[in-house]
C-alpha cells in the first residue's frame, strides 16, 4: 500500500488528470489483488494450525499448495483483466483519464502473478513466526518503486518522460524482485528447513485443494465485494468529474494506508486464534479478540485525529490545484469517522475467518457493501447531489454495517463453541 502511496504522491506532481487516471486503474486492479488476497487466505488459516499442532511438514505442503493455487487463480485474473483493459471505455470517464489509465493498468495487471506469489510466501513466513524479514523486503521494494518512479515519470537519468505509465513499469518491476528475494530467502533460511516442501513436483493433492478453496473462496468473495465498492465508488467519481475523481485518490490513498495498520493486526490476531485452535486452546479465542479490537480501536481513532487536525496538509502534499486540495480535505474527514469503522469489521472478518467461518461472513459484506453502500453512495452522491462527500458517506455506513453484524457474529460463535468448516488436515 505504502507503493501505491508513493506512486499517488509522485503522480500528483505530474497533474490531476494522470492522479485522476490512477484513481479510476488502481481501483480497477485493486478489485483483482484483494480478491486473491482473500483467496490466498487458507496458507495463513492452516500454516498456523499446523505450526501451533507441531506439524511442520504439513505447513510445507500448504505452502505448495498454496502457490499452485496463487499460479492458477493469477493466472485467470490477468487474463480477465488484460480483456477488461480493451473495455475501459465501458465504464463512462472522462477521454483524457481513458487515454492516460489504459497503458497504466495493463503494466500493474501484469504484476497480479508476483504479487500472488508474494503474498502466500509472506503469509507462510508469517504464519511459522518470521514477519520481518518479507517487511523488509517489501519496504526495500517502495525505496526500489521510488526511484524508479522518478526516472520513468520524471525522465531522469536518460530515460524517457512516460508520465503515469512509468510508474506502472516500475510498480511491475519492484513487485516481480519482491517475490524472487522473498522466495530465495525463504528457500535458504535454515529456521524454515523443517517446514520446507520436500518436494514441489509430489502429486496434487485434490483433498488439500478442495480444503483450502472452501476456505478461501468466500473469504475472496468477501473482499471482491468490499473491493468492487471502493472500485465502483472511483467510477462514480469520475462522472463527477476528474476534481472529484483526484480528491478521492488522495483521501483513499491516505485511508488505506492507515488501513494497513489495521489488516496487519487483523493478520496477527488470525494467526494467534488459529495457532491457539490447532493447539485446543480454544479458550484463548475471545481474550485474543478483544485484545486486538481495544488495540484497533485505539490505533483507528490517532488515525482519526490525525485526518480531522492535519487533512488539509495531507491533501497538499499530492497535488497543487486548490479546488481537489479542498474536496480531498472534506473526504480526509469523513475518512476519520470510518477509520474506526474499517477497523472493527478487518478484525471482527480475521478472527471470524480462524474458525474458519466465512460464508455467513461474505454474506454480511455483500450486504454491507452492494446493499447500503453502492446503492447508497449512488443516490446521495449522484442522483441527490452530494458529490463525493455524498459517496464517502454511504461507504461509511456500509462499514458499519458488516463492523457491527461481524462482530456480533464471533461473539456468539466463541461463546458457545462452533463447528469446524474443515478438517485439521488433508494429508500430504
Known sequence: MLMGLTDSVMIGRAGTVPLAASAFGGGIFNIFFLAGIGFLTPVAVFVSRARGAGRLDDAGDVLRHGLILAL?????????????????????????????????????????????????????????GRPWIPMFIVLAGVGLNAFLNWIFIY?????????????????????????????????????????????????????????MVSVGLPVSLSLLFESGAFGASAVMMGWLGSVSLAAHQIALSCAAMTFMCMLGLAIAIGMRLSAAIGSGERFRLRPIWLGGLTMGTALAGGFALVFLVAGKVIAACFVDDASVIGLATVLLVVAAVFQIFDGGQVINTAALRSLPDVKVPALITFIAY??????????????????????????????????VFLGLRFVRLSQGGFEDESPPSAGP
Open 72 to 128: 492458477a487463480f493469477g493466472s485467470a485474473e490477468l487474463m480477465l483483466a488484460l480483456i477488461l483493459s480493451l473495455r475501459l471505455e465501458w465504464f463512462q470517464q472522462p477521454g483524457e483519464v481513458l487515454a492516460a489509465a489504459n497503458p497504466f493498468f495493463r503494466l500493474i495487471s501484469l504484476s497480479i502473478l508476483p504479487s500472488m506469489a508474494y503474498l502466500v510466501l509472506r503469509e507462510f513466513a508469517e504464519s511459522m
Open 370 to 403: 452492494w446493499g447500503i453502500a453502492l446503492p447508497g453512495g449512488y443516490l446521495l452522491g449522484v442522483r441527490w447531489g452530494l458529490g463525493a462527500v455524498g459517496i464517502w458517506g454511504s461507504l461509511a455506513a456500509g462499514l458499519a454495517f458488516a463492523a
Open 155 to 211: 525522465g531522469h537519468l536518460g530515460a524517457p518522460r512516460l508520465g503515469l505509465t512509468g510508474a506502472g513499469i516500475s510498480t511491475l518491476i519492484s513487485r516481480t524482485l519482491g517475490a524472487v528475494v522473498l522466495f530465495a530467502w525463504l528457500r535458504n533460511e535454515g529456521s524454515m528447513r523443517a517446514a520446507w516442501p520436500r518436494s514441489w513436483w509430489a502429486p496434487v493433492s485434490w483433498e488439500r485443494v478442495r480444503q
